[in-house]
């Protein structure tokens, strides 16, 4: 079983969705149940994996077989301390997205768990995959459910919103292909990641090898200004598809960043990072102002999504142990807290079936539970010392401050602005009179919507209050990286510093959720 645990995981929800297929459509309550049921168990058993990974910052779990020989194309899998973790995140979600869909997907019930089992090994095989054309074939995959989670159960504009998902993924996806392929021909035609470390590339074919690579993830994070593609997806997408989009698919880009396009191409990295970086602040503060005028709830937690993720990618451009091992953590952080908000939208929008901000105001009288919930995620969202995404923040801006102090003085603002923006709507929503009789007679939570939070709230405070084990799990893969960025041949001095790694060492001996 450990000898094959990790494609046990990465399969299992395939095997469930097949399983599924056998069962009539009009048994929902056994299909819900049998979902359920094994992405639980393939949570568990990512959570094993995740428990026995060594922590070497070598790849670990790896599984070889032959599958394409004549191409040069094997099934290989393995994973670090960085890959573990974001499985984790994925497993952990999934279940949860089943139950808070529970009651929402009333239509092509059997269609949206064959689908959502899909999705699961979907994202989890791109976190796995060291064969290239493998990652390649994951990543794929995802699109497929997502478009038609959104178009088939998707409110408004759904077929709009996404087309313009899979358009837009797509584009991006088809230069990757011919840069998986352009680097094959040139490495005597095989996938396997680990050779392509030790490639030599050109400085000329690093940088339109990069680029290809990186328009791609930049889809996907999104990064400014490919982020318009966002807002629809997230607006029209059923609570479950907004969920999996923010607390997987998003990362699916900057974990590309970080296994693929910075370190196969180091010096082509040094040479966009100005870009990048500039971008990535960009992103913060546009992000965070266009949620500030938001009237639609769902809408601002999306645009706040655009302003999370341009930290990431501060944090991993900035090329500084502690704000790249930060920018990891945050983004799990990010899956969590913008997961569990985007939950409460949906639990709202089943009470009162709209999302405009206008339309509530009081709430905090009539669903007071509900606001404690809401205020707990916005306030682990922006960042509150002793939640998540304190500790994720900070390590990016500390590390960031260190190597580009004038990316990280403005990306301050950013934080700033997230508390202005989810502080107003809270405000909005929350508080004041009640005076909308629609809102007066509002059902607080459930008990299945207890069953829905609990563990994203447990998980939120557990990684605030003790980030040590999470941090170092994360340490030894995070030095593996430093190392393979720091090849750059016109980088006059080692991207990796001792002081760096020290530094998120220290942060982690001294409690970091304690600091002001």
Known sequence: MISHLLSTVIFLPLCGALLLLCIPARLEQLIKALSLVISLIAFVLALKMYLLLPGTGDFEFVELASWIPSLGISYRIGVDGTSAMLMLLSAFLVPITILGAWNDISSRVKTFHVFMLILASGMLGVFAALDVFLFYVFWEIVLIPMYFMIGIWGSGARIRAALKFVIYTMVGSVLMLAAILYVAAKLGGTFNLIDWYAGSFSHQEQMWLFAAFALAFAIKVPLFPLHTWLPDAHTEAPTAGSVILAGVLLKLGTYGFYRFA?????????????????????????????????????????????????????????????????????????????????????????????????????????????????????????????????????????GTFQTKMPYAAVAVSGVVLAAAYMLWAIQRVFFGPLEKEENKSLRDMTFREYLVLLPLVALIFAIGVWPKPWLKKLEPSTRSFMTLVGRAESLNTPVVADDDVSLAQGVEEDGLHSSP
């Open 262 to 398: 910075m370190p196969l191409f180091p010096d082509a990295l040094l040479a966009f990072q100005p870009l990048f970086l500039t971008l990535a602040v960009i992103g913060i503060v546009y992000g965070a102002l266009v949620a500030l005028v938001q009237p639609d709830l769902k809408r601002l937690v999306a645009y706040s999504s655009v302003s999370h993720l341009g930290f990431v990618m501060l944090g991993l451009f900035s090329l500084n142990a502690a704000a790249v091992q930060g920018a990891v953590l945050q983004m799990v952080n990010h899956g969590l807290s913008t997961g569990g908000l985007f939950l409460l939208i949906g639990m709202l929008y089943s009470r009162r079936h709209t999302r405009l901000i206008a339309e509530y105001g009081g709430l905090s009288r009539s669903v007071p539970y509900l606001a404690v919930a809401f205020i707990f995620m916005s306030l682990a969202s922006v960042g509150m010392p002793g939640l998540n995404g304190f500790v994720g923040e900070f390590l990016i801006l500390l």
